[in-house]
């Protein structure tokens, strides 16, 4: 025998090991997104997100005081700075080419085109010639900056209220709870009627709502569109929670009703015996303990109505009075294709919700998609 009862088989650490890769990678960009999101442009464009909390080195280049400020010491002609202004910082290494900006340790002199240049750690610089320099440009010097760690709330409060992102986050709220309550309402009546009732066709109409599973949702968004504009609808908040609704119901319907059909009988029985119509029993027994269905098909719902992009396009339009959150990131993504911080707070903020829908109903998926799936009715 393989296995014997009371032993696991040895598939198990397999099946642990593959669950722990999965949730690693899908963890690791999740937490690089969200540390991503609180550095800015110049700290993401050196290093990456796993080095947040070491000092980076970034080169950097400056341009020394023009040789009009050099003053007399001595023999000499001296021109003095400092790299950074009037800020603080501090370089490990600097050089007098660009091809080479990391040539000499910090605190060294060196000798190039008749000057002495010494550059120090902090930052300042000391420039040496022999006679009084010409020009009225100064010489060009590179050096490698070390960079502390540094977090910042910059981007969030740049995105939240900056780039238009809170319109987006109210209208992608005004699409998303409407379209996920409308057809979960919907569904349960139908559910109800497809698992309880008996009436002609409906065996038919079940084949129906499995086959329309599988119907891709882009072969109707223009007939439904034309169909809107027909009506008189357009392009309008009721138009695309109709076509949530629409795309959603087939899903909903087969969910539901697999896990009302496996309610027991004899609850059923027992109401009707005791003079319960079908709302009735619909609304005190079916509801309450459909639940977790219910709870399933919302986090599903939820989530492909905030996530959406095609539909919000076709069915709603990309005003800046009606652009969602997707749309929001997409135009980010046109605009600001080098913001990398941007986009990454922008991002974050639109997975925030999502999340805490699923953390919070996350004990209800699992019992809601199994339950059923033996016994149907």
Known sequence: MDS???TKSSLTWVVNITVVLLVVLWTLPTAGLLISSF??????TASGWWTALSASEQNIGFRAASPEEARPEGDLWVITGNAFGTEEGTLSRFGTSSRAPAAYEAGTTVEDDGARITVETDGSYRIEYATQPEGRRGMRIFGTAVEPPAFTLANYERVLFSEG???SFINTMTVTLPATVIPIVIAAFAAYALAWMQFPGRALLIAVVVGLLVVPLQMS????LKLHNAVGIGKSYLGIWLAHTAFGMPLAIYLLR???????REIIESARVDG???????????LPLSFPALASFAIFQFLWTWNDLLVA????GNTEQQLVMTGRLRE???SRGGDWEILAASAFVSIAVPLVVFFAMQKYLVRGLLAGSVKGG
């Open 4 to 6: 014997i009862a009371g």
């Open 39 to 44: 550095r800015d442009r110049d700290q993401i």
């Open 165 to 167: 992102i809170g319109q």
């Open 221 to 224: 968004l223009i007939p439904l």
């Open 258 to 264: 697999n896990y009302i059909a496996g309610l027991p």
């Open 276 to 286: 319960a119509t079908d709302f009735q029993i619909f609304v005190r027994i079916i």
């Open 313 to 316: 396009t076709v069915f709603l």
């Open 332 to 334: 980010l993504l046109g």
